[in-house]
Each structure stands twice: as C-alpha cells, then as structure tokens.
C-alpha cells in the first residue's frame, strides 16, 4: 500500500490483539491453501476464495467462523473495483448460502440456577477466613454475577479508576473492552453492597481483597484481580476464565456443558425471570440490542422470587 514502516504498525495496532491472533490464524490457512493450487493469497480471484469458504464449510466449519475468515481475507486482500474483497457480491452471496443452510444457534437452550453458586459461595464463610486463593475466586464469580461482565471485563479493572462510596464501589472503564470501541467514552462499572447477607457482599469482599493484596502486589500493580501465586503478577482474562469454570466445578455445575462465560447469562436470565427490566439489564451488560439478550442469553428459570435492583436481584436466595 505504500505505507511507510511506523504507518504500517499504527494500522496492525488498529485491531485488537484477539483480532490480530485471530486473523493470524485464518490467514496462514488460507496462504496454505493458495500455496497448494499456485495463488496469491493477496490477490487471488474472488471465484478461489469462493471456493476456500465453500472447502470449509463441507469441512465443518460454522458460519461465525467462516465469516470470520472472510474478514481476514478481506482485510489483507487486494481491494476489487475499490471495493473490499469480503463486499464482493459474490462473497456475500456464498455467505449468505452458509447462513441458510447452517444458521448460527445459541450456545445453550437453558441455564444453570444461580442460587446453586450463591450458596456455595455462601458456605465458604467470611473473608477474612479465606485463604488468598479462596478469597480470589470468590470475588471474581461475585464480580461476574453482579455485572454481567465478561472475563476480559472484569481484567481490566482498575484501582485508578476506582471510585469507593458509602454503599457501592464504581469503576470507570477506560482501556478498550469487546463494548467499548475506539473513540467512545469511558463507561462504568458499579457494585452495589448486598447488606442482606455478608458473604455475597460483593463490595465488601473487594475491598477485603484489596487489604489482604496490597502488600503483595508488584510496583504500580494498578489492576484489582492478581495472582494468588508467587509474585502475584496481574492475570490474563483467560486465568479469569479459567477461576470462573472452577468455581461453577466446585458449586456443582456441569462444565462440560457450561463454559465460564455462561455466568453472564445465568445473571440476567435470573434478573429478568424475577422482574428486572429489559433496559436495566441491557444498561448492566452493556448490550445496544435488545434482541443479543433474547437471542444468545435469555434462558429458562423454573423459580419466582420478587423483583428488584439488578444485583439485588441476582444475589438473592
């Protein structure tokens, strides 16, 4: 493209690290498979790329993938008529031929009772007799279920941004989240104490966790979640993940069949089966479409308790 060498680097930095690992590996599939038919991977004809999504999908591939390996392609290919690749009629033909006869479904058909989790959770006791370890899972399953967040979201919190009040803490997001997208205002996190029961109080154990952290940390360790191993660096938000799955192990829940971030729709599942709004909960998880809730995340709860406060709500046995 003619870009110079810190121009080509600001563009790479443009997407997200996820995104760059992710199109790093749809695209050394597709170098393969042009390499193997004699085709310029940055300039091959629309019909070969065609026929690379038609490969995958009698493969197996599902249509998030293959849209995914669309996008890759066209992000590096040669534009058509200034048009990109992934544009090209043709392409958006084929992918909507994927869509129709192997629509995308939604993970899960139901969910797990949150309830089990809170009293395992519950029984663990109170903070101050938990170990490092015991109290670190504790919050990040608390910190899930009380804002809906993903496990990138809750690694990025941070103590700078951190605003502690009488009967809530609130963080202001400020880094890039998969919600955030670039140039967009920060927005805001807020943990509401739970009085009702001192083991589920969410802002009670962050900052017990704090205290019993904060001699431990590394030098200018700003982020809230750390290792409880030696030295206590900050974790990856797939460590986070990670903590999640063993928590819903311990409590009972099936992982094969529930993955960490299942927490985000068993919280509100149960928030709307109890009389949380459709807004208050798109507000809480950050979603711009009603219709992502209803679609990926509203599941079937068989119990009835009174409706509330989101986190309140949720916390409730």
């Given at each position: 493209?003619?870009?110079?060498?810190?121009?080509?680097k600001l563009?790479?930095?443009?997407w997200?690290?996820?995104?760059?690992?992710?199109?790093?590996?749809?695209?050394?599939?597709?170098?393969?498979?042009?390499?193997?038919?004699?085709?310029?991977p940055?300039?091959?004809?629309?019909?070969s790329?065609?026929?690379?999504?038609?490969?995958?999908?009698?493969?197996?591939?599902?249509?998030?993938?293959l849209?995914?390996?669309?996008?890759?392609?066209?992000?590096f290919?040669?534009?058509?008529?200034?048009?990109?690749?992934?544009?090209?009629?043709?392409?958006?033909?084929?992918?909507?031929?994927?869509?129709?006869?192997?629509?995308?479904?939604?993970?899960?058909?139901?969910t797990?009772d949150?309830d089990?989790?809170?009293?395992?959770?519950s029984?663990?006791?109170?903070?101050k007799?938990?170990?490092?370890?015991?109290?670190?899972?504790?919050?990040?399953?608390?910190?899930a279920?009380?804002?809906?967040?993903?496990?990138?979201?809750?690694?990025?919190?941070?103590?700078?941004?951190?605003?502690?009040?009488?009967?809530?803490?609130?963080?202001?997001?400020?880094?890039?989240?998969?919600?955030?997208k670039?140039?967009?205002?920060?927005?805001?996190i807020t943990?509401s104490?739970?009085?009702e029961n001192?083991n589920?109080n969410?802002?009670?154990?962050?900052?017990?966790y704090?205290d019993?952290t904060?001699s431990?940390?590394?030098n200018?360790?700003?982020?809230?979640i750390i290792?409880?191993?030696?030295?206590?660096k900050p974790?990856k938000?797939c460590?986070i993940a990670?903590?999640l799955?063993?928590?819903l192990?311990?409590?009972?829940i099936?992982?094969?069949i529930?993955k960490p971030?299942?927490?985000?729709?068993?919280s509100?599942?149960?928030?709307?089966?109890?009389?949380?709004?459709?807004?208050?909960?798109?507000n809480?998880?950050?979603?711009?479409?009603?219709?992502?809730?209803?679609?990926f995340?509203h599941?079937?709860?068989?119990?009835?308790?009174?409706?509330?406060s989101?986190?309140?709500?949720?916390?409730k046995?």
């Amino acid at each position: 493209m003619g870009l110079s060498e810190d121009a080509s680097k600001l563009l790479v930095s443009g997407w997200r690290k996820g995104t760059q690992s992710s199109y790093n590996s749809c695209w050394r599939h597709w170098d393969r498979w042009c390499c193997e038919r004699d085709l310029d991977p940055f300039q091959a004809p629309v019909e070969s790329i065609a026929n690379f999504i038609a490969y995958l999908f009698k493969s197996g591939y599902e249509y998030s993938t293959l849209n995914l390996y669309r996008s890759a392609i066209s992000a590096f290919h040669k534009n058509v008529s200034s048009e990109k690749i992934g544009k090209h009629q043709l392409i958006k033909q084929v992918m909507a031929g994927v869509f129709n006869e192997r629509a995308p479904l939604p993970r899960y058909t139901k969910t797990w009772d949150v309830d089990i989790v809170l009293k395992f959770i519950s029984s663990m006791g109170s903070n101050k007799n938990l170990s490092l370890k015991e109290l670190t899972l504790k919050l990040t399953m608390l910190l899930a279920l009380t804002s809906a967040s993903r496990s990138s979201d809750i690694q990025k919190l941070d103590m700078n941004y951190m605003n502690v009040r009488t009967n809530e803490i609130i963080f202001t997001m400020v880094k890039l989240t998969k919600t955030r997208k670039t140039g967009s205002q920060p927005y805001q996190i807020t943990f509401s104490s739970f009085p009702e029961n001192d083991n589920l109080n969410v802002v009670q154990c962050i900052l017990d966790y704090i205290d019993k952290t904060v001699s431990l940390r590394p030098n200018e360790c700003n982020q809230l979640i750390i290792s409880f191993i030696k030295p206590h660096k900050p974790v990856k938000s797939c460590t986070i993940a990670h903590w999640l799955k063993r928590m819903l192990e311990s409590a009972g829940i099936d992982t094969d069949i529930f993955k960490p971030h299942s927490t985000r729709g068993a919280s509100t599942s149960k928030a709307n089966k109890f009389g949380v709004s459709i807004k208050q909960i798109m507000n809480i998880a950050n979603w711009r479409s009603r219709g992502t809730f209803e679609k990926f995340y509203h599941k079937p709860l068989e119990t009835e308790i009174e409706a509330g406060s989101f986190q309140s709500t949720v916390l409730k046995l």
